[in-house]
């Protein structure tokens, strides 16, 4: 396995899922965008395996392994996320897929309508040459991160959910040397203010 790809999401149910749209959207229609977004999600990521060996590992939050199965298929890979925060979850994820083999590895979450197949294969192509690939969401925070190396410390000591997350992590990577691809800056969709960027 050369490359993998780890999509971060949750089972679609009303309530649990992009709470912070339901003031919005209500709970019903908060988690059927959620769930209109993952699909879109995993469909750019099978175009992205039409042209590239990746493989795809599905980390999952609510739900059963049948029912994401249900849901998404059943020619992906599925974990349960950890429990810790989003940091945690990433350190989590990124040492499974290095540890299986992985030579680079890129995560990405299911609210940016705006990341297609073409952003990914950049990301994976840019890790040929730069440690690190990310991109910037407009909201402060990054909807994209690669590495072609297990580092840990790029997900420690950041705010969280916070417009601080995408110049901490630069930050950090500057700190340890690490080669920086920076991709296109793009929307992410959690707030109710978002919701003018859907397509």
Known sequence: MQEQLIIFTRY???????????PALGEVGAAALHRQMTEAMIAQSRKLK????????????GGTLVQMQDWLGHDLEYRSQCSGDLGDRLINAFHSAFDSGARSVVAVGTDC?????????????????YNLSIGAATDGGYYLIGLNQFVTSIFQ???WSTNLVFQQTLEIAKQLNLSIALL???????RPEDLRHLP
């Open 113 to 129: 309508p705006d990341l297609t197949a073409d952003v990914l294969t950049t990301a994976f192509l840019k890790l040929n040459y």
């Open 12 to 22: 679609p149910e009303p309530g649990k899922a992009k709470t912070r749209l339901i």
């Open 50 to 61: 039409n042209d590239r060996s990746v493989s795809i590992c599905v980390y999952y939050t």
């Open 184 to 190: 296109p800056t793009l929307n992410d969709i959690d």
């Open 157 to 159: 000591g950041i705010t």
